[in-house]
């Protein structure tokens, strides 16, 4: 189950409760059947903005058959790496088996697509991409749709080159990209023209939550996106509109981009905590669990912001 066009899927966080330092089941449980309510085709779990490459097996496994549970007729991404961030040359076939143990837990936990997290390690060992591509290719043995992730630097991303994404996407197992370039939108226009040129049996995924609805228009036909859990029934009303050609969706990407200027600014770790903010102040979430223990933390600066947004959607 792994239909992409159209469909908005949220990149839901994992919530931690700023009292004990912990994963908070209750509010995780909480959090899930709100939004099983709206209008979301599925979520990912496991990728940035859940902190998957921070949780541990345990951790991983509770967030994946919450969600599951949750959603059993929605598609569920996880994202699946590796945390290491330097490695040596002996150290590539531990890299590869931890990429594979996470993809396994994944599959079978009910996970219906993967969603690899870019691996810049391998790429900091070699100036040729053949690290990357077998880092990918190993995942075909999982027997999972996988989705590359172009996603920018800052956030820990790569920047693959032409080349590279023609043999990454070549792979039958690939059967989309997501695109979270965020600062560059000459970028998102390059690569969108790319694949939607080479490879247009692949499918474009915006992650761009600033250049949301502009990436629609650029050949995006789906959404993975952490904005997606604050709102959603305005997000899928931008797609839809989109895809519709309805005259209203120069008005439903005004908002979005409302909420997005608000959530997602520098410093650009820190838009964890503003989602979390965002749903707490909408009593989706409690307040405790404005907590991203990996984060830079969240300004009063933020939170008025924040609040101010809301009132002017209309959400408070």
């Known amino acids: 189950m792994c239909e992409l066009d159209g469909k908005l899927f949220p990149a839901v966080p994992t919530l931690f409760n700023k009292k004990t330092g912990s994963i908070d089941i209750q509010a995780n449980k909480d959090f899930a059947m709100y939004l099983r309510e709206t209008p979301i085709d599925g979520v990912a779990v496991w990728v940035h903005t859940g902190r998957g490459l921070f949780l541990s097996r345990e951790e991983r496994h509770f967030i994946l058959k919450l969600w599951r549970e949750a959603l059993p007729e929605k598609t569920i991404f996880a994202g699946v790496g590796s945390k290491r961030k330097e490695l040596n040359y002996e150290d590539i076939k531990i890299y ?3 990429l594979l143990m996470m993809a396994e837990e994944a599959k079978s936990g009910g996970a219906d697509c993967l969603l690899a997290f870019p691996p ?8 040729d991409d053949d690290l990357i591509v077998r880092y990918h290719r190993e995942l075909e043995q999982i027997g ?6 172009y996603l920018y630097e800052e956030a820990g991303g790569l920047s693959y080159s032409y080349e590279t994404l023609e043999k990454l996407l070549s792979m ?21 023209r790319f694949v939607l040129e080479r490879f247009p049996d692949k ?41 519709k050609k309805d005259p209203a969706f120069i008005s439903i990407m005004k908002k979005v981009d409302l909420l997005a200027e ?3 600014v520098d410093p650009m770790e820190g838009y964890i905590e503003r989602v979390e903010e965002a749903l707490a102040m909408m009593n ?17 600066t933020d939170k008025e912001r924040i609040r101010k947004t809301l009132e002017q959607l209309g959400a408070l």
Do not use: N, W
């Open 172 to 192: 039958d197992h690939v059967v989309g990209i997501k695109l979270a370039t965020l600062y560059s939108v000459i970028k998102m226009q390059d690569i969108s």
């Open 203 to 243: 499918a474009l995924i915006t992650g761009e939550d600033r250049m949301f609805g502009y990436s629609l228009t650029r050949g995006s036909r789906s959404a993975l996106i952490g904005l997606g859990s604050v709102l959603p029934q305005l997000q899928k009303e931008l797609i839809e509109s989109y895809l």
């Open 144 to 149: 999972l749709p996988v989705i590359l992730f």
């Open 120 to 127: 810049v390690p391998l790429k900091k060992l070699s100036e």
């Open 262 to 264: 608000a959530l997602f």
């Open 96 to 98: 590869i088996e931890e």
């Open 284 to 300: 989706i979430i409690p307040e405790d669990c404005v907590f991203d223990p990996y984060g830079p933390g969240i300004s009063d």
